[in-house]
C-alpha cells in the first residue's frame, strides 16, 4: 500500500496550490480517502474528507477554500487550495482507513508566506 503526496510548495498569501495523494494497493473506489494538515504548534487537522460516493465535507476554517475531489482512474486524491493564508502552513497528509488499518502518506510540504 502507498500513499503518495505532491504538489506542495511555498506561495504568497492569497495563492492557490493543488496538492495530490496518488494511491496503490488499496481498493481506491471504494474508500472514504482524508486529507490532514499538520504543524510544529498544532495538533493534526482534518481539513477535507471524501467519500467513495463523493460525499465531502469540511471543517469551518477551510470551507469555501479548499475542495476535494477524486479520479478513481487515476487513484488519485486531489485538495484544490484557494485563497491561501499563512495559517494554512503544515504539512498536508492523505490518509485512508482499509479494514482496520490506517494508511498514510509521508506529507507534503505547504508554506503559505510573502
Known amino acids: 500500500v502507498q500513499l503518495v503526496e505532491s504538489g506542495g510548495g511555498r506561495v504568497q498569501p492569497g495563492g492557490s496550490l493543488r496538492l495530490s495523494c496518488a494511491t496503490s494497493g488499496i481498493t481506491f473506489r471504494t474508500l472514504t480517502i482524508n486529507w490532514h494538515r499538520r504543524t510544529p504548534v498544532k495538533e493534526r487537522e482534518l481539513v477535507a474528507v471524501?467519500?467513495?460516493?463523493?460525499?465531502?465535507e469540511y471543517p469551518d476554517s477551510v470551507k469555501g477554500r479548499f475542495t476535494i475531489s477524486r479520479d478513481n482512474a487515476k487513484n488519485t486524491v486531489y485538495l484544490d487550495m484557494t485563497s491561501l493564508k499563512p495559517e494554512d502552513t503544515a504539512v498536508y497528509y492523505c490518509?485512508?482507513?482499509?479494514?482496520?488499518?490506517?494508511?498514510w502518506g509521508q506529507g507534503t510540504q505547504v508554506t503559505v508566506s510573502s
Open positions: 471524501i467519500t467513495s460516493g463523493v460525499s465531502t
Open positions: 490518509n485512508c482507513r482499509m479494514g482496520f488499518i490506517d494508511y
